[in-house]
Protein backbone atom coordinates (compact mmCIF):
# COMPACT_ATOMS: atom_id res chain seq x y z
CA UNK A 1 0.00 0.00 0.00
CA UNK A 2 1.71 3.48 -0.84
CA UNK A 3 2.65 5.44 2.10
CA UNK A 4 0.48 8.21 1.20
CA UNK A 5 -2.94 6.22 2.20
CA UNK A 6 -2.49 7.42 5.86
CA UNK A 7 -2.47 10.99 5.08
CA UNK A 8 -5.59 10.50 2.50
CA UNK A 9 -7.12 9.01 5.72
CA UNK A 10 -6.71 11.67 7.77
CA UNK A 11 -7.54 14.61 5.21
CA UNK A 12 -10.54 12.66 4.49
CA UNK A 13 -10.81 12.73 8.96
CA UNK A 14 -10.41 16.72 8.85
CA UNK A 15 -12.80 17.08 5.64
CA UNK A 16 -15.35 15.08 7.38
CA UNK A 17 -14.88 16.89 10.65
CA UNK A 18 -15.30 20.35 8.81
CA UNK A 19 -18.20 19.22 7.21
CA UNK A 20 -19.51 18.55 11.13
CA UNK A 21 -19.45 21.89 12.12
CA UNK A 22 -22.49 24.68 11.80
CA UNK A 23 -21.71 27.42 9.60
CA UNK A 24 -23.25 30.77 11.33
CA UNK A 25 -26.64 31.68 9.27
CA UNK A 26 -26.99 35.22 9.25
CA UNK A 27 -30.74 37.16 8.94
CA UNK A 28 -31.53 38.64 6.09
CA UNK A 29 -30.24 42.10 6.07
CA UNK A 30 -32.33 44.91 4.66
CA UNK A 31 -31.30 46.48 1.15
CA UNK A 32 -30.50 49.98 0.82
CA UNK A 33 -33.80 51.00 -0.65
CA UNK A 34 -35.56 49.11 2.23
CA UNK A 35 -38.24 51.89 3.02
CA UNK A 36 -38.26 50.76 7.12
CA UNK A 37 -34.65 50.73 6.66
CA UNK A 38 -34.32 54.20 5.92
CA UNK A 39 -36.85 55.43 7.71
CA UNK A 40 -34.83 54.07 11.18
CA UNK A 41 -31.85 55.44 10.40
CA UNK A 42 -32.94 59.01 9.01
CA UNK A 43 -35.30 59.53 11.79
CA UNK A 44 -32.87 58.83 14.26
CA UNK A 45 -30.12 61.39 12.74
CA UNK A 46 -32.81 64.16 12.79
CA UNK A 47 -33.78 63.17 15.89
CA UNK A 48 -30.65 63.35 17.42
CA UNK A 49 -29.91 66.17 15.43
CA UNK A 50 -32.44 68.04 16.72
CA UNK A 51 -31.53 67.47 20.38
CA UNK A 52 -28.41 68.77 20.41
CA UNK A 53 -27.06 70.45 23.76
CA UNK A 54 -26.37 73.35 23.06
CA UNK A 55 -29.26 74.25 21.00
CA UNK A 56 -28.09 74.47 16.76
CA UNK A 57 -29.38 77.66 15.37
CA UNK A 58 -28.39 76.15 11.71
CA UNK A 59 -29.21 72.53 11.76
CA UNK A 60 -30.12 71.43 8.84
CA UNK A 61 -33.20 68.45 8.46
CA UNK A 62 -31.49 65.27 6.87
CA UNK A 63 -33.17 63.35 3.87
CA UNK A 64 -31.75 60.31 2.06
CA UNK A 65 -29.83 59.86 -0.43
CA UNK A 66 -29.50 56.24 -2.63
CA UNK A 67 -25.91 57.38 -4.35
CA UNK A 68 -24.49 57.38 -0.78
CA UNK A 69 -26.57 54.34 -0.05
CA UNK A 70 -24.18 52.51 -2.75
CA UNK A 71 -21.15 53.90 -1.95
CA UNK A 72 -21.54 53.10 1.55
CA UNK A 73 -22.80 49.68 0.43
CA UNK A 74 -19.96 49.27 -1.85
CA UNK A 75 -17.30 49.73 1.08
CA UNK A 76 -18.90 47.30 3.69
CA UNK A 77 -19.15 44.89 1.18
CA UNK A 78 -15.54 44.83 1.45
CA UNK A 79 -15.18 43.75 5.56
CA UNK A 80 -12.20 46.24 5.74
CA UNK A 81 -13.21 48.02 9.65
CA UNK A 82 -11.25 51.64 8.73
CA UNK A 83 -12.76 54.16 6.81
CA UNK A 84 -12.96 54.48 3.22
CA UNK A 85 -9.48 55.33 2.11
CA UNK A 86 -11.10 56.30 -1.67
CA UNK A 87 -13.10 58.90 -0.46
CA UNK A 88 -9.49 61.12 -0.68
CA UNK A 89 -10.15 60.97 -4.19
CA UNK A 90 -11.52 64.03 -6.29
CA UNK A 91 -15.10 63.02 -6.88
CA UNK A 92 -15.37 59.80 -4.91
CA UNK A 93 -18.50 58.99 -2.75
CA UNK A 94 -21.29 60.62 -4.78
CA UNK A 95 -21.86 61.71 -8.33
CA UNK A 96 -23.21 65.28 -7.66
CA UNK A 97 -20.47 67.62 -6.34
CA UNK A 98 -22.44 69.45 -4.38
CA UNK A 99 -22.57 66.86 -1.90
CA UNK A 100 -18.44 66.81 -1.66
CA UNK A 101 -16.75 66.40 0.46
CA UNK A 102 -18.54 63.08 1.51
CA UNK A 103 -18.13 62.20 5.34
CA UNK A 104 -18.24 58.34 6.83
CA UNK A 105 -19.27 57.04 10.07
CA UNK A 106 -18.49 52.80 10.58
CA UNK A 107 -19.72 50.39 13.09
CA UNK A 108 -20.22 46.68 13.63
CA UNK A 109 -21.36 44.16 15.85
CA UNK A 110 -21.74 40.55 16.42
CA UNK A 111 -24.77 38.84 13.99
CA UNK A 112 -27.99 37.92 14.95
CA UNK A 113 -30.70 35.97 14.24
CA UNK A 114 -32.92 39.23 14.79
CA UNK A 115 -33.83 41.86 12.78
CA UNK A 116 -30.78 44.99 12.36
CA UNK A 117 -31.91 47.86 14.33
CA UNK A 118 -29.27 50.52 13.66
CA UNK A 119 -29.65 52.46 16.69
CA UNK A 120 -27.47 50.58 18.68
CA UNK A 121 -24.71 52.29 16.12
CA UNK A 122 -26.25 55.80 15.41
CA UNK A 123 -26.22 56.50 19.46
CA UNK A 124 -22.88 54.69 19.59
CA UNK A 125 -21.50 57.55 17.42
CA UNK A 126 -23.53 60.35 19.37
CA UNK A 127 -22.15 59.10 22.85
CA UNK A 128 -19.20 60.57 21.17
CA UNK A 129 -21.09 63.68 22.68
CA UNK A 130 -19.87 63.11 25.87
CA UNK A 131 -16.13 63.73 24.97
CA UNK A 132 -16.98 67.18 22.90
CA UNK A 133 -16.59 70.58 24.27
CA UNK A 134 -18.31 73.07 22.38
CA UNK A 135 -16.92 75.45 24.06
CA UNK A 136 -12.91 75.20 23.05
CA UNK A 137 -14.30 72.79 20.31
CA UNK A 138 -12.00 70.23 21.78
CA UNK A 139 -12.45 66.32 22.19
CA UNK A 140 -10.62 64.72 25.15
CA UNK A 141 -10.98 61.33 23.48
CA UNK A 142 -12.65 60.54 19.51
CA UNK A 143 -15.14 62.38 18.77
CA UNK A 144 -15.61 62.71 15.20
CA UNK A 145 -18.40 60.75 14.76
CA UNK A 146 -20.49 62.42 17.19
CA UNK A 147 -19.76 65.74 14.77
CA UNK A 148 -20.55 63.95 11.46
CA UNK A 149 -24.26 63.04 13.13
CA UNK A 150 -24.56 66.78 13.96
CA UNK A 151 -22.89 68.57 11.48
CA UNK A 152 -25.14 71.26 10.76
CA UNK A 153 -24.59 71.78 6.85
CA UNK A 154 -24.99 67.96 6.36
CA UNK A 155 -28.53 67.29 4.69
CA UNK A 156 -28.00 64.02 2.73
CA UNK A 157 -27.31 60.36 4.86
CA UNK A 158 -27.37 57.10 2.94
CA UNK A 159 -26.42 53.70 5.28
CA UNK A 160 -26.08 50.02 4.55
CA UNK A 161 -25.95 47.27 6.46
CA UNK A 162 -23.83 43.89 5.21
CA UNK A 163 -22.66 40.21 6.75
CA UNK A 164 -19.41 40.12 7.30
CA UNK A 165 -17.77 36.96 7.61
CA UNK A 166 -14.87 38.12 9.06
CA UNK A 167 -14.34 41.24 9.75
CA UNK A 168 -10.56 41.68 10.31
CA UNK A 169 -9.89 39.50 13.37
CA UNK A 170 -13.31 39.40 14.14
CA UNK A 171 -15.65 36.58 12.69
CA UNK A 172 -19.63 36.51 11.72
CA UNK A 173 -20.51 40.45 11.96
CA UNK A 174 -22.83 43.04 10.97
CA UNK A 175 -21.30 45.84 9.48
CA UNK A 176 -23.03 49.16 8.98
CA UNK A 177 -22.01 51.75 6.97
CA UNK A 178 -23.40 55.67 6.64
CA UNK A 179 -22.12 58.30 4.11
CA UNK A 180 -22.61 61.98 4.51
CA UNK A 181 -23.27 65.16 2.02
CA UNK A 182 -21.97 67.38 1.95
CA UNK A 183 -19.30 67.37 5.28
CA UNK A 184 -16.56 69.83 6.08
CA UNK A 185 -12.81 68.90 5.82
CA UNK A 186 -11.59 71.41 8.94
CA UNK A 187 -11.61 70.80 12.61
CA UNK A 188 -14.88 73.71 12.77
CA UNK A 189 -17.59 73.55 15.68
CA UNK A 190 -20.56 71.40 14.01
CA UNK A 191 -23.09 73.73 14.16
CA UNK A 192 -24.30 77.39 15.22
CA UNK A 193 -25.22 77.89 18.81
CA UNK A 194 -29.10 79.81 19.25
CA UNK A 195 -32.30 79.79 18.86
CA UNK A 196 -33.30 76.37 16.97
CA UNK A 197 -34.00 77.69 13.50
CA UNK A 198 -32.76 81.06 14.17
CA UNK A 199 -29.94 80.83 11.48
CA UNK A 200 -31.92 78.45 8.78
CA UNK A 201 -30.92 79.71 5.30
CA UNK A 202 -33.64 82.19 3.41
CA UNK A 203 -36.59 80.01 2.37
CA UNK A 204 -36.44 77.25 5.14
CA UNK A 205 -38.82 76.50 7.16
CA UNK A 206 -38.64 75.19 10.74
CA UNK A 207 -39.33 71.41 11.28
CA UNK A 208 -38.90 70.28 15.04
CA UNK A 209 -36.02 72.42 15.44
CA UNK A 210 -34.50 71.36 12.28
CA UNK A 211 -34.38 73.96 9.04
CA UNK A 212 -36.00 71.87 6.03
CA UNK A 213 -37.08 72.92 2.80
CA UNK A 214 -37.34 71.10 -0.63
CA UNK A 215 -33.90 71.94 -1.53
CA UNK A 216 -33.07 72.55 -5.52
CA UNK A 217 -31.10 68.95 -4.92
CA UNK A 218 -34.78 67.18 -4.15
CA UNK A 219 -36.25 68.38 -7.03
CA UNK A 220 -33.58 66.18 -9.43
CA UNK A 221 -33.51 62.82 -10.13
CA UNK A 222 -30.74 60.17 -11.41
CA UNK A 223 -31.09 58.67 -14.26
CA UNK A 224 -28.31 55.49 -14.45
CA UNK A 225 -27.10 55.22 -17.82
CA UNK A 226 -25.48 52.06 -16.82
CA UNK A 227 -28.26 49.81 -15.33
CA UNK A 228 -25.88 47.29 -13.49
CA UNK A 229 -25.96 49.07 -9.68
CA UNK A 230 -22.99 46.90 -9.00
CA UNK A 231 -20.85 48.87 -11.14
CA UNK A 232 -21.66 52.26 -9.90
CA UNK A 233 -21.04 51.28 -6.64
CA UNK A 234 -17.67 49.83 -7.75
CA UNK A 235 -16.54 52.70 -9.26
CA UNK A 236 -18.34 55.47 -6.22
CA UNK A 237 -15.98 53.65 -4.09
CA UNK A 238 -12.75 53.13 -5.85
CA UNK A 239 -12.71 56.33 -7.72
CA UNK A 240 -12.83 55.55 -10.85
CA UNK A 241 -14.66 57.59 -13.01
CA UNK A 242 -18.54 57.28 -12.56
CA UNK A 243 -20.85 56.45 -15.29
CA UNK A 244 -22.48 59.01 -16.90
CA UNK A 245 -25.38 60.52 -15.10
CA UNK A 246 -27.92 62.87 -16.12
CA UNK A 247 -29.84 65.30 -14.26
CA UNK A 248 -33.44 66.38 -15.09
CA UNK A 249 -35.46 68.54 -12.61
CA UNK A 250 -38.81 67.24 -12.18
Known amino acids: MPRLWPWVLLGLVALDGARGRKRFRPQTYPGITNKTFIGQYVDI ?12 ADMLHMTWDLALARTARAWGQKCIFQHNYFMKEKGAGHPDPKLHPVGENIWFGPAR ?39 ASTYKVGCAVVFCRRLDRHRNTEYFVCNYGPTDTYPSRPYKTGQPCSACPEGDTCQDHLCSKYRSEFQQFYILVYSSVTMVSDNAVTGIALPQICLHNS
Open 45 to 56: HNRLRSEVQPQA
Open 113 to 151: RVPFNSSNAIYSWYSDKDFYDYQDNSCSQVCRHYKQVVR
